[in-house]
């Protein structure tokens, strides 16, 4: 990209200008000896051209919405609209939700997204003896179609984009998301959203799974095929690395795990015999945003470009589609103080920042207060309005990939996108993600990140605003939102009135009708649907698979 | 004299073990026998794996809200057991209203986000059985 002359000349004056600022360091030593990126990665005092010898720009920058779309996903990015203002909502019971989502869509959010309790997650009815004390307590519980019905009730499906974390039993609550939107006379076709439906990464990092690696493998690529011919505007998976930060992870991590993940999951519908160019528009990601601006939007571009390189150099993906990695970013719940809380809206404008000048697709932004509790609705508010305040007022929206052409942010790019590249060698070598994981490979890299980190915070190399510099004698804050533990006694109290309510005929047939579908190979979608709309709940649907499946057992190494 | 032992545990449903595992690394770090359990674990599993153990400490990491339920649970069934001089510390997401309600019921003491992992074994230390 640097013409041969001017690079030798810069090569000299470089050469000339390290050695002058020795010397001056000498009298007037810098802050430190090496500076880390938020990574822990080494920064260099400053970066040239030279750092970005034998860039090609055409084929590994270009243009935005083009290959290999290190610029963008999309040729006007966030001239042509925004980015999904998307806040992840939900606890209690489904009327208090339903409550909060209608009040979020007044607020100007432009997407709904859910969270499910832990019960919910696991597929475990709010009756079930490990529910206790956790039902509603951090996303909505969700024990049948019933509960559905309400959750979105007032809500039109064909308006709003809905996106569900939920993984090892997502399958069943897209069931149920399809069978409210018959009731509202919505054909499944015309529904659009996600389930994040990433199972490798609960495995990894996040804890919410199931059943084993294998029939896990298998459920998904079952929704991935039912999709692609029922519901073709779903986004059948978020392959989400936001966990696998959050546990710890550096970002040359985050990048190289999660696609290695999705390349499990390509190679398993592939396998399954679908079609890459017919399931692949449909697959999404999720990222984190953390406090080094330049190391995450370095990061969002080196993702963009690797996957584009490895859906089209190994897969042979045919439509752009097919290569254009689409993703949704979440700030970074980990950086939040429980001190000082309020500092944390300047994290958070700082990683929506980063977030939009990598390009994201949609956006959750933490509230201040998530390091004590469940954020309360003007915390939320605030945290929505730092989106809207960077959207409308920063100018960062007025251009595509605003940062492109520093030589910092392309060298920075290179360096995560080549360390990434080599954790994906890795884990090929060790036979794919689920052996890496199996194996326990991933998380060992993820937990020696998190431990070196935490040194680092406590014998004072990370400063902490506020947490480890910066204290102050401070009241317990007030005013945190709690829930209350009657909604547990509720929910319990609706299954039974439930069960005595449907016909248990009709629950009976759908379910063993689901048993033999697990034990063939058919699709096993079309019969939890059956169940679904039978008002079978979902702990008994699950309880179907682990019969069938069983259930995963996890191995701890420290 | 022996090493003091600490059982590290996970109770009820929620996955981040981020926590769990770093202060498990850092009390091994500091000389201590470490046993995790892993995810996920009942009650009477955690007080089964402490008394078959033969720990000194039981340090469980919770951040799923289910703390003012499953915490007293295991102090209560640590009574049960006659295993109550085995020290019981709780981290995690709590809110500071909570502790006194816990240290009511049996919870020595509780670590909230961002305390020193050197506070957490300095406090193990000074108060396990002698």
């Not at chain 1, 690797?306 to 089209?312: C, E, P, Q, S, V």
């Not at chain 1, 360390?419 to 998380?443: C, F, H, R, T, V």
Request: with cysteine.
């Amino acid at each position: 990209m640097f013409r041969e002359d001017v690079l030798a000349s810069l090569k000299e004056s470089k050469k000339n200008f390290d050695e002058k600022t020795e010397k001056l360091l000498e009298k007037r030593p810098e802050r430190k000896a090496v500076f880390h990126s938020g990574s822990g990665k080494e920064v260099k005092r400053v970066y040239t051209p030279l750092d970005l010898d034998g860039i090609d720009y055409e084929k590994e920058i270009g243009l935005p919405g083009e290959y290999p779309y290190t610029r963008g996903a999309y040729g006007s990015m966030h001239r042509g609209r925004f980015w999904t203002m998307r806040m992840y909502a939900g606890f209690a019971t489904a009327e208090e939700s339903n409550k909060r989502y209608k009040y979020l869509v007044e607020q100007g959010s432009s997407g709904l997204s859910v969270a499910f309790d832990l019960p919910t997650q696991i597929g475990y009815d709010s009756d079930h003896e490990l529910a206790n004390g956790e039902v509603g307590k951090v996303g909505v519980a969700i024990d049948s179609l019933a509960d559905m019905e309400v959750l979105f009730d007032g809500i039109p499906l064909d308006k709003v984009s809905t996106s569900m974390t939920i993984n090892a039993p997502a399958g069943v609550l897209l069931a149920m998301y399809i069978a409210v939107a018959e009731k509202q006379g919505v054909s499944a076709d015309k529904l659009r959203g996600t389930i994040q439906n990433d199972i490798l990464k609960e495995y990894i990092a996040r804890g919410t799974y199931i059943y084993p690696t294998e029939p896990s493998m298998r459920l998904i690529t079952d929704i991935f095929e039912y999709c692609s011919q029922n519901v073709p505007k779903w986004n059948t998976i978020s392959i989400s690395g936001y966990h696998i930060r959050e546990a710890g992870s550096t970002a040359s991590q985050e990048v190289g795990f999660t696609l290695a993940d999705g390349i499990a999951y390509v190679e398993a519908a592939l396998k399954a015999g679908l079609d890459i160019d017919t399931f692949a528009p449909r697959l999404s990601f999720f990222f984190n945003a953390h406090n080094d601006l330049l190391e995450e939007v370095a990061k969002y571009r080196a993702a963009r470009r690797l996957w584009a390189t490895i859906m089209k150099e190994r897969f042979g993906a045919k439509k752009a589609n097919s290569m254009i990695m689409k993703f949704h970013t979440q700030t970074g719940g980990s950086t939040l103080t429980a001190q000082q809380p309020e500092n944390n809206i300047v994290r958070v404008a700082i990683q929506t920042l980063a977030a939009v000048m990598g390009g994201t697709q949609s956006l959750h932004t933490n509230s201040k207060d998530e390091a004590l509790a469940l954020p309360s609705e003007t915390s939320v508010r605030t945290a929505l309005r730092t989106q809207q305040i960077v959207a409308h007022e920063s100018g960062v929206t007025n251009t595509a990939d605003p940062l492109a052409g520093s030589y910092y942010i392309e060298a920075k790019t290179n360096e995560i996108e080549k360390e990434a590249m080599e954790y994906i060698k890795k884990i090929d070598e060790l036979g794919g993600a689920p052996s890496a994981i199996d194996n326990g490979y991933i998380q060992q890299e993820i937990m020696d990140a998190a431990y070196s980190y935490q040194k680092d915070v406590e014998n004072g190399d990370i400063v902490i605003v506020g947490m480890n510099k910066f204290k102050v004698e401070e009241e317990p804050p007030t005013g945190l939102l709690r829930v209350d533990p009657a909604v547990e006694v509720k929910q319990r109290k609706q299954i039974e009135n439930l069960k005595d309510r449907r016909n248990s005929e009709d629950v009976e047939n759908t379910l063993s009708k689901l048993e033999e579908a697990c034990k063939s190979d058919e699709n096993v979608m079309p019969y939890i649907l059956d169940a679904v709309k039978a008002y079978a709940t979902l702990g008994e649907i699950s309880d179907v698979m682990r019969e069938v499946f069983g259930e995963y057992q996890q191995s701890v190494k420290l | 004299m022996r090493p003091i032992r600490v059982l590290v545990a996970k109770p009820g449903l929620d996955g981040h073990d981020r926590g769990a595992k770093v202060i498990a690394r850092a009390l091994r770090d500091a000389g201590m026998e470490v046993i995790y359990t892993g995810l996920r674990q009942t009650v009477d599993q955690i007080v089964n794996a402490a008394i078959e153990e033969d720990v000194d400490c039981i340090a469980v990491s919770i951040l799923s809200g289910a703390h003012n339920t499953l915490l007293p649970k295991i102090a209560e069934r640590l009574k049960e057991e006659n295993a109550e001089d085995i020290l019981f510390v709780g981290g995690g997401v709590i809110p500071d209203d909570d502790i006194p309600f816990l240290k009511e019921n049996g919870i020595s003491a509780i670590f909230t986000p961002g305390t020193p992992t050197t506070v957490t074994i300095d406090y193990i230390k000074a108060n396990v059985r002698k």
